[in-house]
């Protein structure tokens, strides 16, 4: 926890490097990656459009599905190109 104990500058704001620690502290302990994902558009986490079934994945032997949803698209979902594949 070295990096959450850097100092933060005088505007109260966090390093970049205690956010990039959280940011990947949230999606690793914090997120329900079975029932949740990413809404750009509304700012926030939360169930996904019928039409990003979360479960679609899984159907076909690859896991775990990252959806996060298009804003200008919804229906669209960004995390397509999120397998372990294409992140080999």
């Given at each position: 926890?070295?990096?959450?104990?850097?100092?933060?500058?005088?505007?109260?704001?966090?390093?970049?490097?205690?956010?990039?620690?959280?940011?990947?502290?949230?999606?690793?302990?914090?997120?329900?990656?079975?029932?949740?994902?990413i809404s750009v558009r509304l700012g926030r986490r939360g169930p996904p459009?019928?039409?990003?079934?979360?479960?679609?994945?899984?159907e076909q032997g690859e896991g775990r599905r990252l959806v996060i949803e298009?804003?200008?698209?919804?229906?669209?979902?960004?995390?397509?190109?999120?397998?372990?594949?294409?992140?080999?």
């Amino acid at each position: 926890d070295e990096v959450a104990e850097q100092p933060m500058d005088h505007s109260g704001q966090k390093s970049v490097a205690v956010l990039f620690q959280e940011f990947f502290a949230f999606y690793a302990r914090h997120f329900d990656w079975q029932r949740e994902a990413i809404s750009v558009r509304l700012g926030r986490r939360g169930p996904p459009l019928a039409e990003q079934p979360l479960d679609a994945a899984s159907e076909q032997g690859e896991g775990r599905r990252l959806v996060i949803e298009d804003p200008y698209e919804i229906t669209r979902n960004l995390g397509n190109g999120v397998t372990s594949p294409a992140l080999s």
